[in-house]
């Protein structure tokens, strides 16, 4: 099993930037795929980006170009810079660990994008 911590979630102007991290309590390098979700109020869960263990990243459609998922080994810390953020941004971001057997979430980070 994981445990992910996120963090980096809060108040940005449209057109403005922010990192969020997810700090796993064990190696990353151990999990088949990472990810990063969000969900807005009423909206499900859908996925934002993801990052294989082999380093293949997918992004949706909606922040490629946008936003980033990159990962520190050393530290077992998955990210997401999120540049030039749209208030369609605002939402919960969960990070997430895809293991064999069992998927692993955080308790979520808010992002709200003022206009």
């Known amino acids: 099993q994981v445990q992910l911590v996120e963090s980096g979630g809060g108040l940005v102007q449209a057109g403005g930037s922010l990192r969020l991290s997810c700090a796993a309590s064990?190696?990353?390098?151990?999990?088949?795929?990472m990810g990063w979700y969000r969900q807005a109020p009423g909206k499900q869960r859908d996925l934002v980006a993801a990052i294989t263990r082999g380093g293949t990243t997918n992004y949706a459609d909606s922040v490629k170009g946008r936003f980033t998922i990159s990962r520190a080994i050393a530290t077992n810390t998955l990210y997401l810079q999120m540049n030039s953020l749209k208030p369609d941004d605002t939402a919960v971001y969960y990070c997430n660990a895809d293991m064999a057997l069992k998927s692993y979430w955080g308790q979520g980070t808010q992002v709200t994008v003022s206009s």
């Open positions: 064990r190696s990353i390098l151990s999990i088949n795929t």
